[in-house]
């Protein structure tokens, strides 16, 4: 039972960084209707954005430490959002009324340009990610044992989470973002700026995947430039388990993918880990295609 | 393609290829891989332009076909020992049709989930069950698991792989333009509408998957006895990419320019690598001044990608509008 409920812990904290990068897809598919195949480099390049700038910040907060960690996080959003917003529009705005295969594709050239850069900039070896926050176990409970990565990665997420729905639902932004989901046309006639609400979605993305990207550098601490594939495939798995285009749905199928998927590795098999998100995914779209939290669409001729 | 001469072509260069595979110890061996290669290159890009061009689905998963078709010939011919040509040419005809049926049935499995699917959820899919069986081809210890499986016989040539291209080009050229075919591009063209009109467009897009799928067996088959050692990593997802690659440069649904592009894909990594290699150039001083162009090509071919689709989506063989250019 204690080992049980450790992969479960272990199982949130690895889902709720699936999670962060799933609400990316999710609000980016909510609006444009096509997967960002780069969204998981985004969150290569936050990772290594925190490896580049935890030397710089600990010249001013030393590090180890909680703000010094704050900091670097920080950091790495912000460069990642402006990254996100220039590759929307260096490569996708152009492509705004072309069919959506034609997207798909650009979005899986920007992904491999992404990952062939960083072979090429950061090497292809792994690289040993600094270590920003102090670890210290935090609660032993009859074996169970719960250190304080898995609290901050966990605590990090939920405010991240609430901080999101804050935007989407109570700024005039958020509204900006809902209406053009909706229906880009007619927001567009009511005098909403879609340009402006596309590059916002895309920065407030990829601001979620640097973030997922340095808590997965602090779990895991190899990082190197092709790192962002799995995670990120899984993360769209997660955005369709919950309902592609539903926010509270990408969270939740992040939390179940983790979970089921540390479970699996666990007590099955670690070998086939990689393929049970797909496995879910198969089975999610054959049983409940809209995701357990989306709504049907009818389609309309 | 004039259909009325295609089997003339098709026996023609079936005899060629006869021929030439007699003189082809005569060849360097490191250009003999590479037109293997090509072959093998065509084989895949024409499979995969029936799903993708000509039917209008969206596949990201066509080197996990090639994966089960290359170890399912590879198991077959690794029973037996040195065989006279006849026996060899018999046994490796049946081991690659294994493999090419062994493909089919793994296209059935996804194209049945994909009745309901559409565009990015399909191509997502597709990917998911390229992984799978590469996650699967990983475990299993019968084929050597994540260590690889070494394939005893070299036995792919020249004839085979440019005469089972030519089959492969001949079987879905006519395919697509009998009367059976026009149901591919109506599915491609409109779906609705399609389906208004009475067409079955759940069967013919499982039977493009089916199809597409046992051809790229067939070209698995060819590369496990050409490469002769197989690693599931070697079927991932970049693979299948190269491949939608050769399709798109082609330009969807035009199977002369899918066969160029495959050919202009499989040689251009070759050729950077050698033009990489170049000592000097005249009128530069530097030692070997285009190294540059070894360590970045990867990087040049993603950015030609992104290029390509944001000036020429239709590809880069299109001249004039084919039925299929509806956009």
Redesign the interface.
Do not use: C, W
């Given at each position: 039972m204690t080992e049980f409920l450790q992969q479960i812990i272990n199982g949130l904290a690895f889902g709720s960084i699936l999670a962060l990068i799933a609400l990316g897809y999710t609000m980016v598919y909510g609006i444009l209707r096509?997967?960002n195949f780069a969204h998981g480099d985004v969150f290569m390049l936050g990772a290594f954005a925190g490896f580049y700038l935890a030397p710089k910040i600990a010249t001013l907060i030393p590090l180890p430490s909680i703000l010094g960690g704050l900091a670097v996080l920080v950091a790495s959003m912000v460069i990642c959002a402006a990254l996100g917003v220039l590759i929307e529009r260096l490569?996708y705005r152009?492509?705004r009324r072309?069919?959506?295969?034609?997207v798909?594709?650009?979005a899986?050239?920007?992904s491999?340009?992404l990952?062939?850069?960083g072979?090429?900039v950061f090497g292809a070896a792994p690289k040993k990610f600094p270590q920003i926050l102090p670890v210290y176990p935090i609660a032993k409970i009859g074996g169970l044992s719960l250190n304080s990565n898995q609290v901050i990665v966990l605590g990090t997420t939920l405010l991240l989470l609430f901080v999101l729905r804050f935007i989407v639902l109570k700024t005039k932004m958020g509204m900006a973002m809902r209406a053009v989901s909706f229906n880009p046309e007619a927001a567009a006639l009511m005098g909403v700026n879609t340009d402006i609400v596309i590059s916002f979605t895309f920065a407030l993305g990829s601001a979620l995947a640097a973030a997922a990207g340095i808590l997965w550098a602090v779990n895991y601490p190899a990082i190197d430039p092709l790192m962002g594939?799995l995670p990120g495939?899984k993360a769209?798995?997660a955005a369709?388990l919950g309902g592609i285009g539903n926010l509270p749905g990408a969270a939740l199928g992040g939390i179940i993918i983790g979970v089921i998927e540390t479970l699996v590795s666990g007590y099955v098999?670690s070998?086939?880990r990689?393929?049970i998100?797909?496995?879910v995914?198969?089975l999610i779209?054959?049983i409940r295609?809209s995701g357990l939290l989306g709504k049907k669409e009818v389609?309309k001729? | 393609m004039n259909i009325r001469h295609a089997k003339t072509v098709l026996l023609g260069v079936l005899a060629v290829f006869l021929v030439l595979s007699l003189f082809a110890s005569r060849i360097n061996g490191y250009w003999l891989n590479n037109l293997y290669d090509i072959g093998i290159g065509i084989i895949m890009a024409v499979s995969l332009n029936l799903i993708n061009g000509y039917t209008g689905q969206?596949s990201l998963g066509h080197a996990g076909f090639m994966a089960v078709g290359a170890y399912t010939a590879a198991v077959i011919t690794n029973q037996f020992g040195e065989l006279n040509v006849f026996a060899e040419s018999g046994v490796f005809a049946v081991a690659l049709f294994a493999g090419g049926l062994a493909a089919a049935l793994a296209g059935l499995l996804v194209g049945v989930?994909t009745l309901?699917?559409r565009?990015?959820?399909l191509?997502?899919?597709t990917?998911?069950?390229g992984?799978?069986i590469r996650?699967?081809l990983?475990?299993m210890d019968v084929v050597g698991g994540a260590r690889g499986l070494s394939v005893m016989h070299g036995w792919t040539n020249l004839f085979w792989a440019f005469g089972l291209a030519a089959v492969t080009v001949y079987v879905i050229a006519s395919l697509v333009n009998s009367t059976y075919g026009r149901g591919f591009i109506a599915v491609h063209d409109d779906e609705?509408a399609a389906e208004a009109m009475g067409i079955n467009t759940t069967k013919y897009k499982v039977t493009a998957f089916v199809v597409g799928a046992f051809f790229a067996g067939v070209a698995g088959g060819l590369y496990a006895h050409s490469k002769q050692f197989l690693t599931p990593s070697g079927f991932g997802?970049m693979q299948s990419?190269t491949f939608?690659v050769m399709v798109?440069l082609g330009g969807m649904g035009n199977t002369i320019g899918v066969i160029l592009a495959a050919i202009l894909l499989t040689l251009l990594p070759e050729g950077l690598r050698l033009v990489s290699g170049i000592e000097h150039l005249p009128g530069i001083a530097a030692e070997r001044p285009l190294n540059w162009i070894g360590?970045?090509r990867?990087?040049i071919?993603?950015?030609l990608?992104?290029v390509l689709?944001?000036t020429r989506?239709q590809g880069l063989f299109r001249l004039k509008k084919s039925p299929l250019a509806k956009?």
């Open positions: 096509f997967i490569a152009p492509l072309s069919p959506k295969l034609t798909l594709i650009t899986i050239g920007v491999l340009f990952e062939y850069t072979q090429f594939i495939l769209f798995v369709v098999s070998t086939y990689d393929a998100a797909f496995a995914l198969i779209l054959l295609p389609e001729v | 969206f989930p309901r699917l565009g990015d959820y191509a997502i899919v990917l998911g069950f992984e799978i996650v699967i990983q475990n609705v997802f990419i939608v798109i360590e970045t990867m990087i071919y993603s950015l990608l992104i689709m944001l989506p956009h």
